[in-house]
């Protein structure tokens, strides 16, 4: 399986995830309307810097920039 295919798996797993924690949220923790809203913004940012920081070095090692010397 090419390094392509499997970042864009990951990347739409990482997509569900995202969603279902979105929708899912405030029926587990429920503590009124603004609060959810900030409970979902705290749980998207998370899974968007978690599926980021997944990216920035799956790519890193991808692609590497600079040859290694032995």
Excluded: E
Aim: glycine fraction near 8%; hydrophobic fraction near 60%; proline fraction near 6%.
């Amino acid at each position: 399986m090419g390094g392509g295919i499997v970042f864009f798996l990951v990347t739409f797993g990482f997509a569900v995830v995202g969603l279902l924690t979105h929708w899912r949220l405030p029926i587990v923790y429920n503590k009124g309307p603004s609060t959810n809203r900030l409970h979902r913004l705290l749980a998207t940012t998370a899974v968007i810097c978690a599926w980021m920081m997944w990216a920035i070095v799956f790519l890193a090692q991808w692609k590497p920039l600079v040859n290694p010397v032995l």
